[in-house]
């Protein structure tokens, strides 16, 4: 099999395909020809993602995988993409805003059950 891209999810994807060995979040929509990883030489283009159950547990995280899988998309689709070069500022940008619907959205449903008190039971020991 010889691939022409292989999508890389996660921080041990990463650290097998390209020289980048921890910071996924960092290195999320980088595109790189040809890397050399811990498994030599890879012959196609690698793009780097964070992984999908990362973005299941962290807003941050999600918005990361939404950023890098559009690069991808951009460079998949033949539209002019700067391979190794990432604005995280999108990406914090992003996720910024991603943070402040979610953080209004918990707001508005903590507010709906105000109403039901909080059950706390003393015999627990911690």
């Known amino acids: 099999m010889k691939p022409k891209f292989i999508m890389c999810f996660g921080n041990e994807a990463m650290s097998l395909l390209t020289p980048y060995k921890a910071g996924v979040v960092s290195h999320c929509g980088e595109i790189l020809e040809n890397p050399v990883g811990m498994i030599g030489e890879v012959k196609a283009f690698v793009g780097i993602v964070v992984h999908p159950s ?46 402040e619907r979610i953080d209004g959205e918990l707001r508005e449903e903590v507010d709906r059950d105000a109403e039901v008190p909080a059950i706390w039971d003393d015999d627990i020991a911690f």
């Open 54 to 99: 990362a973005a299941l547990r962290s807003t941050a995280n999600e918005t990361n995988f939404q950023y890098g899988a559009k690069k991808i998309k951009e460079f998949l689709d033949g539209k002019k993409v700067d391979k190794q070069e990432v604005k995280l500022s999108d990406a914090a940008g992003l996720a910024k805003k991603s943070r």
